[in-house]
Every structure is written in structure tokens, then in C-alpha cells.
């Protein structure tokens, strides 16, 4: 099915952010079984090409356009996905700007999907949540929270992270949501599973699409895009909603639950989480920057001897390094 429409005509995209291990793959599975949604999993846009977008100059001149999208592109190819051409992307851009260029990536990734409206779900990106909300105006966000202690489990689980980095992640999340400058759908991770078609519709009105019943059977249909994937752990994806995976906490040391209430316990209160000891609230003990020295230890246990979290990572270093080495260049030769 191949979707004839002028992008300037076309609904804006939409985003899925959140705390990482928090549930952003189930909704973004469950909108993508709409049959006018398309979202994908992920481009790390944000993460890896926001703090360099300067050293691409002004966009609008095409050459340093098409420099920024050969380097998309092939940030994309990283991920085992086969990116579109060239001149894909630039038939779908209304802009040729930052913005534009993802929002053309999302309309081809949705027309190739036969589909009207692309979507996009980067858990990391809730670090850019306010570029996001600025560069992307009329882009409804849906926001996933989960309670701390069980997605700090598994945040730990799964990166091989320190509590400090983990817990630092969350009320991060947390802040930034409290921080945002337009209102955002929040949804936590219990409430979805515990309804989720109550939370289906809410979330289909936010975006400004009809719920369909389909949208709960996303188990039926993991899209090839999302397989594609490398080492995605699709867990839960495979299986209708559950609330198996709610209080998986309480395996943990006592020690480390009360330690995770004290760090959380401002974003805790406000979302409603009940505690299983007494910590004391205060939100200005919440730490607006990870240490360093925690920040490189969980990144060296993050790839350790992970060969394809090692390439991944190399590939993403090439690309900047060659660009800042490129605008150091410019700027030495002016």
C-alpha cells in the first residue's frame, strides 16, 4: 500500500519518551498497531546528533543539509536497518532544517509501512525533552513513568549500571517531565497494563487519532522493522498485557529498596508510588548532574566486553569525530 500525501499536509509526528525500562516499547508497539500510526524504535537522533548540530551550519544550504542527512543515514545503518535514499528524504521534507530532517525520516519510515502518521520512541530523549517540545510545536509526547524501584531493577539488570546512575536516570526523567513547557500525556507503566484500553484511548485522543481494538493485539504482529533490531528484548511484547512484571522489586535487598526510596522520594510522592520505608521528601535533594566518575564506570560496565554494544558505539564516535574534525578544519581555514 504506497500513501499519496503532501507532507506539508500530513499530521505532525508524535513521540514516545520516557524513563528507560519503563514500558516506551509497549506503548510504542501498541501505537504502531494502529493502522494510521507508524513508530520507530529508535533513532537516537537527539543523542547523537544534538550537541554537534551547530557544526553542520545552516542548514538551509543544501550541502550541509545533505551532510547531515548522509550522517542519519548512516547512523540508521548502524542499527542493521536499511535507510532510505537521499532523495527519499528530501522529498518528504517541509523544512530544511534540524527538525525536518527527522520529520521526513518518520513520514517515509510511515509511508513504507502504509501508513499516514510517523512516531518515534527514543527512551534517551527524554534528555531533550524541551527541544523536542520546541523544534516540534504541534508533536503531541507521550511521557512513561514506572515506579522507580522496579525500573531501577531493571535498568540494572539489563545496562549493568550503578544505583547512582540508575537512580540519577529516573529522577532525571522525573524532573524533566516536571520541567516541560507544554503540556505531555504521563503515563505510568501500572496504570497501562492494569487498563489498558482505558489508557489506549486516552492516549489515541491525545495524538488525535481514534482508537482501534487492534492496538491490543500487538502481539499478533511484531513488524519486521522492530525484529530487525539487534539484541531487542521483546519480553512482554510477544504476550498480551500483563501485570506480571508490577512489584518485581521486592526480590531486592531490603537495603537497596530504601536506598532507591530515598533518592526517588520527591518524584515517588508526586506520582503517587507508596513507599515501603519512611524517607524524608525534599525535591531540591534530587542531583541535577551525575558525577563524573559514576558516568564513566557505568558506561565501561555498559559495553565491557559486549562486542556489538562496542561497534554500535565506534560507529556513532566515527561520525561525530569526523564532523567536529571537519568544522575544526573550517574554522582553522578562515
Not at 124 to 147: K, W
Not at 148 to 171: E, L, Q, V, Y
Not at 259 to 285: H, L, R, V, W
Request: positive net charge; glycine residues 6%; charged residues 25%.
Amino acid at each position: 500500500m504506497k500513501v499519496e500525501t503532501n507532507a506539508e499536509s500530513l499530521p505532525p509526528p508524535f513521540f514516545v519518551v520516557g524513563c528507560p525500562r519503563s514500558g516506551t516499547t509497549l506503548v510504542a508497539q501498541m501505537l504502531d498497531s494502529h493502522s494510521r500510526m507508524a513508530v520507530y524504535l529508535e533513532t537516537n537522533y537527539y543523542t547523537t546528533f544534538a550537541s554537534d548540530r551547530h557544526r553542520y551550519g545552516d542548514l538551509s544550504q543544501p550541502s550541509n543539509l545533505n551532510r547531515l542527512i548522509a550522517d542519519f543515514r548512516e547512523a540508521l545503518r548502524i542499527q542493521g536497518v536499511k535507510p532510505p535514499e537521499v532523495a527519499d528524504i528530501q522529498a518528504e521534507l517541509s523544512e530544511a532544517s534540524f527538525e525536518g530532517v527527522l520529520a521526513a525520516w518518520l513520514r517515509v519510515n510511515a509511508r513504507q509501512q502504509g501508513k499516514i502518521r510517523g512516531g518515534e520512541k527514543t527512551p534517551a530523549h527524554v534528555g531533550y525533552l524541551e527541544e523536542i517540545l520546541t523544534g516540534f510545536p504541534e508533536s503531541p509526547v507521550i511521557f512513561v513513568m514506572r515506579d522507580p524501584r522496579d525500573a531501577i531493577a531493571s535498568m540494572r539488570k539489563r545496562f549493568d549500571i550503578s544505583m547512582a546512575g540508575a537512580t540519577w536516570i529516573w529522577n532525571m526523567a522525573y524532573l524533566k517531565y516536571t520541567q516541560a513547557s507544554r503540556p505531555v500525556f504521563l503515563i505510568r507503566y501500572e496504570d497501562l497494563v492494569h487498563e489498558p484500553e482505558k489508557y489506549a484511548r486516552e492516549m489515541c485522543e491525545f495524538i488525535g487519532e481514534a482508537y482501534e481494538p487492534d492496538m491490543l493485539r500487538f502481539y499478533e504482529r511484531i513488524p519486521e522493522h522492530i525484529l530487525a533490531i539487534p539484541n531487542l528484548p521483546l519480553g512482554k511484547l510477544n504476550e498480551p498485557v500483563a501485570t506480571t512484571s508490577i512489584g518485581n522489586f521486592r526480590q531486592l535487598p531490603e537495603a537497596d529498596i530504601a536506598k532507591i526510596e530515598a533518592a526517588c522520594a520527591a518524584g515517588m510522592a508526586a506520582m503517587g508510588y507508596s513507599f515501603t520505608t519512611n524517607p524524608e521528601i525534599a525535591a531540591s535533594d534530587i542531583p541535577q548532574h551525575l558525577p563524573f566518575r559514576y558516568f564513566l564506570l557505568d558506561k565501561l560496565r555498559y559495553y565491557r566486553w559486549n562486542p556489538e554494544r562496542w561497534k554500535r558505539g565506534w560507529f556513532r564516535w566515527r561520525i561525530l569525530m569526523r564532523l567536529r574534525l571537519r568544522y575544526l578544519l573550517q574554522r582553522v581555514g578562515k
